[in-house]
């Protein structure tokens, strides 16, 4: 059975387009949408591919999220050496080569976390993987901007752009709602 391009461009659609790097998703953000639990996407999204480390600031921000919700690693990253580095110097548990967006490897995590998948976000920088598979398990999505390597002055996100590009031909809308959130949350203050 063939489905509708509005049921497609559902799938792809994060629920939340931070419009920034993960760095920025705050635990004021998750506790607006009663996240308990994240799952992260490893390249890109938490680290430049070209890095096998996480960076101070990676570091602090796992701190200070790590005592609202639980966080797990779930890379696509077949290299248990690289993903297994970047887990043990942010003191994560991680699953590589999970298939994205096989839902799979996502369950996992959410089980391990003894959280409904209602309550996990998966965050990745990739909607044809982190989001199009969280979507499908029925977890809250957020779409991030890739972490990047400042030593590399022009990078070029080739499959990235194509996917965004493909992903509005379908009817996503990638505007930054955290941008709406942040304003909100102004307004209330």
């Known amino acids: ?29 998750l506790q607006q949408y009663q996240i308990k639990g994240l ?4 390249d890109e999204t938490l680290v430049p591919f070209n890095k096998t480390e996480a960076s101070e600031e990676l570091k602090q921000w796992v701190a200070q999220i790590r005592t609202i919700a639980d966080i797990w690693l779930v890379s696509n990253n077949l290299s ?16 590589a080569g999970a298939q994205k967006p096989s839902r799979r490897r996502l369950k996992q995590a959410a089980t391990a976390m003894n959280l409904s998948v209602e309550k996990v976000a998966m965050v990745g920088d990739r909607l044809f993987t982190d989001v199009l598979a969280g979507n499908r398990l029925g977890m809250f999505t957020i779409l991030v901007e890739p972490m990047v390597d400042s030593a590399i002055a022009t990078p070029s ?31 209330q203050d």
Do not use: C
């Open 157 to 187: 996100y080739t499959i990235r752009n194509f996917e965004v590009w493909l992903s509005q031909k379908l009817g996503v809308s990638l505007a930054g709602t955290h941008n709406n959130f942040t304003k909100k949350q102004q307004n």
């Open 1 to 29: 059975m063939k489905l509708p391009t509005m049921s497609k461009a559902i799938l792809l659609q994060p629920d939340l387009v931070l419009g920034d790097t993960i760095i920025n998703l705050t635990a004021e953000i």
């Open 39 to 42: 799952v992260l996407d490893v």
């Open 80 to 95: 248990q050496t690289r993903i297994g580095n970047i887990a043990k110097s942010l003191d994560l548990p991680y699953i």
